[in-house]
């Protein structure tokens, strides 16, 4: 029993190893050494194995074969030996198509047009692309000139593993005669979710794309979450799609995080950390003043919680870290850095802490932002030649730092 197993790994190992030095021959292109392989064997079905999530959006191993492979790394002569010796693949139409669809992401036009000339199947999928059929692809890549051609034959009501509907996918790329042409069709979904409950109106916003933001709305497309909305808009930083919104939702939610995508509860983010990653001052100034503002008339300490750790750029207890001055800094922000100091320094002012020092029994000091950390990037000399030197040895000798 134990010679059994033995021989049973060592069976195992050697394919894995075969298909992995396949991998690396179609990686290369070397069309020679593949024409050896061709010779040397009886059949073309011996698949490559990924591991979980290389090409899948789970974690799940997925098995390649050698054609569809080649076609997706736009290896044309590989593709050719494969279509030379079809009668070594059992189902040659079905993987021929599945290597079509997976072309459409090689960007080699010519072999592109060689596969499709074989007439494949477009609504098959290849394995190796989220369970999207040919136009879907198309759609997501722009190629518009594919996407008319494939469209007669094609099933325009797909979703991907992700939730993606065609509309989805033609936002993503942003392809205006794309576009026009999903819109157009009869009884679409304008206000279809994904798996991560964002329609094609939030991807665009996420993209910053405003003509394809103002035309969803003038078709008819909702904002349907306004919170996770205004999140995403954050994402985007385009201060004329902010503009608009804010202008049809003067107050949304600026205390509410929301995790990107497929993103952890741990790596949610608040409107502010957005707008400050996007480098967009507009949103970032707006956001802190209405915070502010905010504060002004509701002292909350959930709120003045969520304001101080992002002025701090780490929570209290030093478990989280959060977008702040660190990026404004790394960006060469000034702007953006003095209105982050002067919002912590107003902050300071309000001894916040006072407010909650019976009932939590903190210590005095647990909502003062920490000011170091705004010059923790710099030495004297470099601090005083970006923000002035009075500006710098004012905020230096009240931080008790030595110059």
């Known amino acids: 029993m134990k010679k059994a197993s033995i021989f049973l790994l060592i069976v195992l190992f050697s394919n894995f190893s075969f298909t992995q030095s396949l991998m690396r021959i179609i990686d290369?292109?070397?069309?020679?050494?593949?024409?050896?392989?061709?010779?040397?064997?009886?059949?073309?079905?011996?698949?490559?194995?990924?591991?979980?999530?290389?090409?899948?959006?789970?974690?799940e191993d997925l098995l390649i074969h050698p054609m569809v492979y080649a076609a997706e790394l736009g290896q044309f002569e590989i593709v050719k030996l494969c279509v030379k010796n079809k009668d070594k693949i059992e189902d040659f139409h079905n993987i021929m198509s599945k290597a079509f669809v997976a072309s459409l992401d090689s960007g080699n036009d010519d072999l592109i047009s060689y596969l499709f000339n074989l007439n494949p199947n477009v609504n098959e999928f290849c394995g190796t692309c989220y369970s999207r059929n040919a136009i879907m692809i198309t759609a997501v890549n722009g190629l518009d000139k594919w996407y008319f051609k494939i469209k007669p034959n094609a099933?325009?009501?797909?979703?991907?593993?992700?939730?993606?509907?065609?509309?989805?996918?033609?936002?993503?790329?942003?392809?205006?005669?794309?576009?026009?042409?999903?819109?157009?069709?009869?009884?679409?979904n304008l206000n279809a979710k994904d798996s991560f409950h964002k329609t094609a109106l939030n991807l665009a916003v996420i993209d910053s794309s405003e003509s394809t933001y103002f035309t969803l709305l003038k078709k008819g497309s909702q904002i349907l979450d306004t919170n996770d909305f205004f999140s995403d808009i954050t994402i985007g930083g385009n201060s004329i799609i902010f503009n608009d919104f804010i202008k049809k939702i003067p107050n949304p939610n600026l205390w509410q995080n929301h995790k990107y995508m497929d993103y952890t509860d741990?790596?949610?983010?608040?409107?502010?950390?957005?707008?400050?990653?996007?480098?967009?001052?507009?949103?970032?100034?707006?956001?802190?003043?209405?915070?502010?503002?905010?504060?002004?008339?509701?002292?909350?300490?959930?709120?003045?919680?969520?304001?101080?750790?992002?002025?701090?750029?780490?929570?209290?207890?030093?478990?989280?870290?959060?977008?702040?001055?660190?990026?404004?800094?790394?960006n060469n922000n000034k702007p953006l850095f003095e209105k982050l100091l002067k919002t912590a320094l107003w902050f300071?002012?309000?001894?916040?802490?006072?407010?909650?020092?019976?009932?939590?029994?903190?210590?005095?000091?647990?909502?003062?932002?920490?000011?170091?950390?705004?010059?923790?990037?710099?030495?004297?000399?470099?601090?005083?030649?970006?923000?002035?030197?009075?500006?710098?040895?004012?905020?230096?000798?009240?931080?008790?730092?030595?110059?």
């Open 28 to 59: 290369k292109g070397d069309s020679e050494k593949f024409k050896i392989y061709i010779d040397k064997g009886e059949s073309l079905d011996e698949y490559i194995l990924f591991e979980g999530g290389k090409h899948t959006y789970n974690n």
């Open 155 to 188: 099933d325009l009501n797909q979703i991907d593993e992700v939730g993606y509907t065609l509309l989805h996918l033609a936002v993503l790329s942003s392809n205006t005669a794309i576009i026009n042409d999903v819109l157009s069709m009869p009884n679409i």
């Open 266 to 330: 741990e790596e949610a983010t608040y409107p502010l950390e957005n707008a400050i990653l996007s480098n967009n001052n507009t949103i970032s100034f707006w956001i802190l003043d209405q915070m502010i503002s905010e504060l002004k008339t509701n002292k909350s300490e959930e709120k003045i919680k969520i304001l101080y750790n992002i002025l701090n750029g780490y929570d209290y207890a030093g478990l989280k870290d959060y977008i702040s001055v660190t990026t404004a800094i790394e």
């Open 348 to 403: 300071n002012e309000q001894k916040f802490s006072a407010l909650y020092v019976d009932k939590n029994e903190v210590d005095e000091f647990e909502y003062d932002v920490d000011l170091e950390v705004y010059f923790s990037k710099f030495d004297y000399k470099d601090a005083k030649k970006m923000f002035g030197k009075e500006y710098v040895e004012l905020f230096y000798e009240d931080l008790g730092i030595e110059f």
